[in-house]
């Protein structure tokens, strides 16, 4: 009885997991809470592509991002995209966890059916308002709304619809333009919760951060190196506008504070820190060294951000070992823009087929169409249409 009690409960999740946003990491989070040691499939550029469409990152890529989420204690590569008993029983999982949103293979078949007919399926709340198809979308229809200012800042937008079905007119509730209301209650989920300790070297950096992606990961790692608490300070959306220029950043303040804080590097975020790092701001958060990566300053005659601790002694300059930024992101997507309005305008109609399927399911399962006269009784069982 005791070594069934001490018995550590292991969790599966599998998915694409591409462009990596703070809506998988807290599906993951959510799934994590449900056992001990949560094990993460991720499927192949092979898998994704046959039967959704064209990923934005490589698999290479998206295992590392996976990997730097705070709650994953381990990835499997190359998982299978249908889930099956046997990949549970393989790695000892007790139950594997999925969002309440649609996942079908090419064909239309859910990609979880076998899990759920086991009983070894849970389902974790989807968080509302993004998803990578909505982020392709702000990519390609270069959209200013998610970072709206003012009596607009909270406002959820309405553009024309494009050939995408991406903006707030989109009809499934699945592929759809942002509408990610933050709450302190989301951020305290994400936050460790943790103070430096007496003895702890402080690190601080400060960036956009903007569609997290591995070259961000690796820059927090390296940046972590150099000492025990990282603090990571995220620059307001018009700050990141003014040195990013278009409609940068894709995701606004609130979106990429749970972005970095999902990182497993980071111990805390400063939300809207000043672009200047100043002797006030080094000395309120005990500050022992600043790093930057090597993306470039706003040139002169704007004030080097980095004066202070540069004058201090407490500057160093990070070589993150990635070519990866934001801007190639966006090139990636406009350059197979056709592929992906296709993806997107496919998702949406298989999403919006498998809607319908379920409606008419939940009808008949609750007697309220009518066979043959009679009316559908007994224990809810329908035959298949």
Known sequence: MAEET????RVWCDGCYDMVHFGHANSLRQAKALGHHLIVGVHTDEEIAKHKGPPVFTEEERYEMVRGIKWVDEVVEGAPYVTTLETLDKYNCDFCVHGDDITMTADGIDTYHLVKAAGRYKEVSRTAG????????????????????????????????????????????????????????????????????????????????????????????????????????????????????????????????????????????????????????????????????????????????????????????????????TEKIVQRIIMHRLEYETRNSQKEKKELAALEAFSKQKELMEGKLMDGGDMVKGNGHVNSL
Do not use: W
Request: hydrophobic share 35%; charged share 20%; proline share 6%.
């Open 6 to 9: 001490n018995r550590k409960i």
């Open 130 to 325: 993004v998803s990578t198809t909505d982020l392709v979308g702000r990519m390609l229809l270069m959209t200013r709304q998610h970072f709206r200012q003012g009596e607009k800042e909270y406002e959820v937008g309405k553009e024309g619809s494009s050939t995408m079905g991406l903006d707030s007119a989109a009809r499934s509730p699945f592929t759809g333009c942002s509408q990610f209301l933050p709450t302190t209650h989301q951020i305290t989920q994400f936050s460790e919760g943790k103070v430096p300790q007496p003895g702890d070297r402080i690190v601080y950096v400060a960036g956009a951060f903007d569609l997290f992606h591995v070259g961000h990961l690796n820059f927090l790692k390296r940046a972590r190196e150099h000492g025990d608490f990282l603090i990571v300070g995220l620059h307001t959306d018009p700050i990141v506008n003014r040195y990013k220029g278009s409609n940068y950043p894709i995701m606004n303040l609130h979106e990429r504070v749970l972005s970095v804080l999902a990182c497993k590097y980071v111990s805390e975020v400063v939300i809207g820190a000043p672009y200047v790092v100043t002797a006030e701001l080094m000395n309120h958060f005990r500050v022992d060294v600043v790093c930057h990566g090597r993306t470039p300053l706003l040139p002169l005659p704007h004030p080097d951000p980095y004066a202070e601790p540069k004058r201090l002694g407490k500057f160093i300059t990070i070589d993150s070992g990635s070519t990866m930024t």
